[in-house]
């Protein structure tokens, strides 16, 4: 809410509620009719921010450049945790720079994307049976909330 001053130190309050934009996504929030020019920021750990710009080309200007970053400080996944349950683990998206080109970095998207729609569709085709309650149904609404999202 104040406004950035590059020669004052930042606080510890100031980190605290710093927004990570590593494996975030910004977009127009399409969904979101209250006021003009908003976007969304949809972060790696799956929250979403609203913000509003004073026009249109202002807010396209920031989702380019929040993207931009975003992009360069997503390094690819490593892979989720392996353990003995079958229980679903969300892979660990690191916070460092890419060492991918533009051009890898979009095959890399575009493969991942390709596998996690093919995922989810696997995932939905063999839903929890209705009588089934708790861990499993929690599990299955989790890797499907995980897949939709990604």
């Known amino acids: 809410q104040d406004e950035y001053k590059p020669e004052k130190a930042l606080s510890e309050e100031d980190l605290k509620n710093a927004i990570s934009v590593h494996h975030a996504l910004a977009s127009k929030a399409t969904d979101y009719e209250k006021k003009p020019n908003v976007l969304k ?3 790696a750990d799956w929250r979403v921010l609203l913000f509003q710009a004073q026009s249109q080309e ?7 450049k929040i993207n931009c ?3 360069v400080f997503s390094a690819p996944p490593f892979p989720a945790a392996i353990g003995s349950q079958k229980k679903f683990s969300r892979p660990l998206l690191p916070a460092t720079t890419t060492k991918l080109s533009q051009d890898e ?14 995922e989810l569709a696997e995932h939905r085709s063999y ?3 209705k009588k089934l309650k708790g861990k499993e149904v929690d ?3 989790l890797k499907d909330h995980y897949l939709e999202f990604e």
């Open 41 to 43: 920021l949809k972060t």
């Open 105 to 118: 970095q979009l095959k890399s998207h575009e493969a991942k994307l390709k596998q996690i729609s093919t």
């Open 58 to 64: 202002e807010m396209q200007t920031w989702i380019n």
């Open 139 to 141: 599990d299955y609404k």
């Open 69 to 71: 970053v975003a992009a």
């Open 127 to 129: 839903p929890p049976d």
